[in-house]
C-alpha cells in the first residue's frame, strides 16, 4: 500500500495531522508494509524569502481578519497541538518562505530519510521558530540527520530539487487538492485535513481490503459449520 501526504511545513494543522496518522499507522496490523512518501505544497507560495512580521500580523493581514480573532485561532490551534503532544509557539515562530525547506525533504529522501526531515523542520519551525527559509539552518538539519552538509548546500544553493517540489505542487492541483494535509491512499482513497486516528484507521483498513481481496481455495461444498447448523 502506498500512501501520499500532501503536507506545507508551514501549515500548523499539517504537524497535527502527521501526529494523529501516525497514530493510526502505529495501529495498523499491515503497517511494515505501507510505502509513504510526503509531497509538497504550499499555502502561500508569493511569501517572500523573508517576511519581517509577526505570524499574527501576516495572517490577520492575508486573511482580513482582526488580530483578536487570529489570536483566538492561534489558542484553538495550540491546544489542539497539545493535545498531540506538541509545544506550538506562535510567538517566536518565523513567517519565511517554506520552498527551500521542501527541497530539502526532497533532499533527504535520496537518502532515506525524508520523514525525519519532515518531521525535523515540522518542529523547528511551530515550536522553536527556526527560519525555514534559510539555507545555514536547513544545512544544520540535514547535519542533525547524519547529512552531509556540504552536499546539502549545494544542493540547495543550485536549487537541484526546486522542479521536483514544483511538480508535487502541480500534481496536487491536477489531483483537485486545494488544501493540506491530504493523504492519498493507493490513488483510489482521499482524506482532507488533520481527520482523528479513528478516520484514518478505518480508511486503511478498507484500502488494504480492498486491494488484497481475500482468494477462496478449495469447493464451495466442504463441510463446515453455520449460524444454524453444522454439516452431518
Given at each position: 500500500?502506498?500512501?501520499?501526504?500532501?503536507?506545507?511545513?508551514?501549515?500548523?494543522?499539517?504537524?497535527?495531522?502527521?501526529?494523529?496518522?501516525?497514530?493510526?499507522?502505529?495501529?495498523?496490523?499491515?503497517?511494515?508494509?505501507?510505502?509513504?512518501?510526503?509531497?509538497?505544497?504550499?499555502?502561500?507560495?508569493?511569501?517572500?524569502?523573508?517576511?519581517?512580521?509577526?505570524?499574527?500580523?501576516?495572517?490577520?493581514?492575508?486573511?482580513?481578519?482582526?488580530?483578536?480573532?487570529?489570536?483566538?485561532?492561534?489558542e484553538h490551534v495550540k491546544?489542539?497541538?497539545?493535545?498531540?503532544?506538541?509545544?506550538?509557539?506562535?510567538?517566536?515562530?518565523?513567517?519565511?518562505?517554506?520552498?527551500?525547506?521542501?527541497?530539502?525533504?526532497?533532499?533527504?529522501?535520496?537518502?532515506?530519510?525524508?520523514?525525519?526531515?519532515?518531521?525535523?523542520?515540522?518542529?523547528?519551525?511551530?515550536?522553536?521558530?527556526?527560519?525555514?527559509?534559510?539555507?545555514?539552518?536547513?544545512?544544520?538539519?540535514?547535519?542533525?540527520?547524519?547529512?552531509?552538509?556540504?552536499?546539502?548546500?549545494a544542493a540547495l544553493t543550485?536549487?537541484?530539487?526546486?522542479?521536483?517540489?514544483?511538480?508535487?505542487?502541480?500534481?496536487?492541483?491536477?489531483?483537485?487538492?486545494?488544501?493540506?494535509?491530504?493523504?492519498?491512499?493507493?490513488?483510489?482513497?482521499?482524506?482532507?485535513?488533520?481527520?482523528?486516528?479513528?478516520?484514518?484507521?478505518?480508511?486503511?483498513?478498507?484500502?488494504?481490503?480492498?486491494?488484497?481481496?481475500?482468494?477462496?481455495?478449495?469447493?464451495?461444498?466442504?463441510?463446515?459449520?453455520?449460524?444454524?447448523?453444522?454439516?452431518?
Amino acid at each position: 500500500m502506498k500512501i501520499e501526504i500532501w503536507s506545507d511545513i508551514a501549515c500548523p494543522w499539517c504537524y497535527i495531522g502527521k501526529r494523529r496518522f501516525e497514530t493510526a499507522l502505529a495501529g495498523f496490523p499491515q503497517r511494515d508494509q505501507v510505502e509513504l512518501e510526503w509531497k509538497s505544497f504550499q499555502l502561500d507560495p508569493s511569501l517572500p524569502e523573508h517576511y519581517d512580521g509577526t505570524e499574527l500580523e501576516y495572517l490577520s493581514q492575508r486573511k482580513g481578519m482582526a488580530e483578536a480573532q487570529v489570536a483566538q485561532m492561534f489558542e484553538h490551534v495550540k491546544a489542539q497541538a497539545a493535545g498531540e503532544g506538541l509545544a506550538y509557539d506562535f510567538d517566536t515562530l518565523t513567517v519565511a518562505n517554506s520552498h527551500l525547506g521542501h527541497e530539502l525533504i526532497h533532499f533527504a529522501a535520496q537518502h532515506g530519510k525524508q520523514d525525519q526531515a519532515k518531521e525535523a523542520l515540522l518542529r523547528l519551525h511551530f515550536e522553536q521558530g527556526v527560519d525555514i527559509g534559510d539555507v545555514d539552518a536547513l544545512v544544520e538539519v540535514a547535519v542533525g540527520l547524519d547529512l552531509e552538509g556540504a552536499a546539502a548546500r549545494a544542493a540547495l544553493t543550485d536549487r537541484e530539487f526546486e522542479a521536483d517540489v514544483d511538480q508535487d505542487i502541480a500534481e496536487a492541483h491536477t489531483l483537485g487538492i486545494q488544501g493540506v494535509p491530504f493523504f492519498v491512499i493507493d490513488r483510489k482513497y482521499g482524506v482532507s485535513g488533520a481527520q482523528s486516528p479513528e478516520v484514518f484507521s478505518q480508511t486503511l483498513n478498507e484500502a488494504w481490503k480492498e486491494s488484497h481481496p481475500l482468494i477462496m481455495n478449495g469447493t464451495a461444498d466442504a463441510e463446515a459449520c453455520g449460524p444454524d447448523n453444522c454439516a452431518i
